[in-house]
């Protein structure tokens, strides 16, 4: 079992950066995929980033690819979201997400996750 804290969210206006970390209790940070989701205000739990173990391969949902950039250093037990060129439609509770597995696959579904931090809240205005 692994718990998860999400730091490094706020308020930003459009155009802005910021830098989300998660820490992972365990040691064994290496074995988990990890990822980010994030919920805005009355819509459902949205995929934005994952990563596999080593951090060699790196998905993105497609309205955040080329501004946000997903990694992670294990030896520190942290994951990160880098995101730059935020924009208001990006306004939401971003949540990291872990899942052990053995081999690579892309998950997207919040469902094949059985980790997760409490958010941390990410509101950009415009």
């Known amino acids: 079992q692994v718990q998860l804290m999400e730091s490094g969210g706020g308020w930003v206006q459009a155009g802005g950066s910021l830098r989300l970390s998660c820490a992972a209790s365990?040691?064994?940070?290496?074995?988990?995929?990890m990822a980010w989701f994030r919920q805005a205000p009355g819509k459902e739990r949205e995929f934005v980033a994952t990563i596999s173990q080593s951090g060699g391969i790196t998905v993105y949902t497609d309205s955040v690819k080329g501004r946000f950039t997903i990694s992670r250093v294990n030896v520190k037990n942290t994951l990160y979201l880098q995101m730059n060129g935020l924009k208001p439609e990006d306004t939401a509770v971003y949540s990291c997400?872990?899942?052990?597995?053995?081999?690579?696959?892309?998950?997207?579904?919040?469902?094949?996750?059985?980790?997760w931090g409490q958010g941390t809240q990410v509101t950009v205005s415009s």
């Open positions: 997400a872990a899942r052990i597995s053995s081999f690579w696959t892309t998950k997207k579904d919040p469902n094949d996750y059985a980790f």
């Open positions: 365990t040691r064994t940070v290496g074995s988990y995929v």
